[in-house]
Structure formats: structure tokens, C-alpha cells
């Protein structure tokens, strides 16, 4: 099936850093990719749909200024987590859809100190 | 407000009995449903889907029930086997996108 790959799986940063994170489909394109956060024992919650060669569109009460998305090409996705706090320590994931299912990548836990 | 919920957070089945997965849902225009499985450490992967125009799909060992008047989906597995031990998510999306309102997972443990 389709692989999706995300980089880092791990991070760990100083309050006030901003991390960026990966998401690659490795073996299709991707036009459209989902980013998702899940907070300890929550459901993954939809936080922005990424766009190739355009803008993303954000959910109700997501930043789009604290949470910078880039789709600069048919096989990348980057989501920067501008000036963490530890409130941003979760787990996200990102997603795309190929051939009507919904290939998720490995997630990137964050862990801002 | 939780658009999609999984009252069980943990199940336990014996090797080879049914294992019963439940998700019940309150939006009423949701007409597109799936199921995913999450190991540790793992994104989750697609396992079964169904819209609403069926009560039920099945692939091998899995098939999913679709109850639109109560708003109530299920997952049955049979038989279930100690490598289906993960954590099983239900899914809901109006038809035409792909945005999905998540459960919160129920984990299933199947004993050998």
C-alpha cells in the first residue's frame, strides 16, 4: 500500500523554539494532506488541511500563525510549530488520501520543555 | 462536543471469540464511515470502511455494522486472533471530502 513517512518521530525542545515537521507520501502524489494532533486520551483532532502551490486551510480555533503549513510539492508537507509552549506537547500526524483511503503517516511526538 | 465516540476505552477477547467494537456517532449528515488500527509506535492503518447507503461490509475477518437510525456503528472481528491487539479507531466524514471526525480509540487485547 502507500507509505507515508513523517520526520522527526521525536522531538524535544525549549519553550520558545519552533520545530518544523515532515510529511512525505513516498510512493504517490499527494495534492491534498491533513494534518491531525491528539492530546493524551483524545481523539485525533483535525488541525489544518494542506494545499500543494496554495494556502492551507486552518480548523475553528486552530492558529495559522502559530502553526505554519507549507505544501510546497506534490510529496511534502511541512507543519512548523512556530515558538512552542508545553501546552503544544502532542502528538501529531499527518495524512493523505490516495486512491480513496486515507494513508497516515507515523506521527511526530512533540515534547516542548 | 465529541462528534464521534468510543464509550469502551478497553476490551479484552479471548483467542478465537468475537470481539465486539463499538462507536456511536451524533451527527446525523456523517455518511461515510471507517475503521483504523493503531499499533505503538505506528501511524494507524486503514482496516475497513463503509457508507451510508450499506448496513454492512465485510473483508475476512472483519465486518463493520452500519445502524444510521441509531447512529451506531460496530466492528466485529472473528476469529480474533493476538495480532489484532491494537488500538482501533472509528472514523466519520461527509461524503466529498476527506476530513474525518476521530473516535477516541478503544484498545483491544486478545489473550492466547
Known amino acids: 500500500g502507500a507509505v507515508v513517512s513523517q520526520h522527526p518521530s521525536w522531538v524535544i525542545c525549549k519553550s520558545g523554539t519552533s520545530v518544523k515537521i515532515e510529511c512525505r507520501s513516498l510512493?504517490?502524489?499527494?495534492?491534498?494532506m491533513f494534518w491531525y494532533r491528539q492530546f493524551p486520551k483524545q481523539s485525533l483532532m483535525l488541525m489544518a488541511t494542506s494545499n500543494e502551490g496554495s494556502k492551507a486551510t486552518y480548523e475553528q480555533g486552530v492558529e495559522k500563525d502559530k502553526f505554519l503549513i507549507n505544501h510546497a510539492s506534490l510529496t511534502l508537507s511541512t507543519l512548523t510549530v512556530t515558538s512552542a509552549h508545553p501546552e503544544d506537547s502532542s502528538f501529531y500526524i499527518c495524512t493523505s488520501q490516495h486512491q480513496e483511503t486515507q494513508y497516515f503517516g507515523p506521527g511526530t511526538r512533540l515534547l516542548v520543555l | 462536543d465529541q462528534q464521534v465516540k468510543q464509550n469502551s476505552p478497553s476490551l479484552s477477547v479471548q483467542e478465537g471469540r468475537i470481539s465486539i467494537l463499538n462507536c456511536d456517532y451524533t451527527?446525523?449528515?456523517?455518511?461515510?464511515f471507517l475503521w483504523y488500527k493503531k499499533y505503538p509506535a505506528e501511524g494507524p492503518t486503514f482496516l475497513i470502511s463503509i457508507s451510508s447507503i450499506k448496513d454492512k461490509n465485510e473483508d475476512g475477518r472483519f465486518t463493520v455494522f452500519l445502524n444510521k437510525s441509531a447512529k451506531h456503528l460496530s466492528l466485529h472481528i472473528v476469529p480474533s486472533q493476538p495480532g489484532d491487539s491494537a488500538v482501533y479507531f472509528c472514523a466519520a466524514s461527509f461524503s466529498g471530502t476527506y476530513k474525518y471526525i476521530f473516535g477516541t480509540g478503544t484498545r483491544l487485547k486478545v489473550l492466547a
Open positions: 451527527n446525523s449528515m456523517f455518511d461515510y
Open positions: 510512493d504517490f502524489q499527494a495534492t491534498t
